[in-house]
């Protein structure tokens, strides 16, 4: 078993630092919805997905 770990450290390493690149994206994404902020630019008039995706805000309109 630790011949094995130590034939595949880089890979092992490599794997784990993509893994904590993954979680902390996913954290921040998750952090900014709870905050009430969205990806979105807010430039409908050039998107082409605008019904969707604001398409209960121009209802109210």
């Known amino acids: 078993m630790l011949a094995w770990i130590v034939s595949n450290i880089w890979t092992i390493v490599i794997c784990a630092v993509l893994a904590a690149i993954i979680a902390a994206i996913i954290v921040s994404i998750v952090k900014d919805k709870k905050k009430g902020k969205s990806?979105?630019?807010c430039n409908c008039a050039h998107c082409a997905m605008a019904d969707s995706c604001h398409g209960q805000k121009?209802?109210?309109k």
């Open 58 to 60: 121009s209802e109210k």
């Open 39 to 41: 990806s979105c630019g």
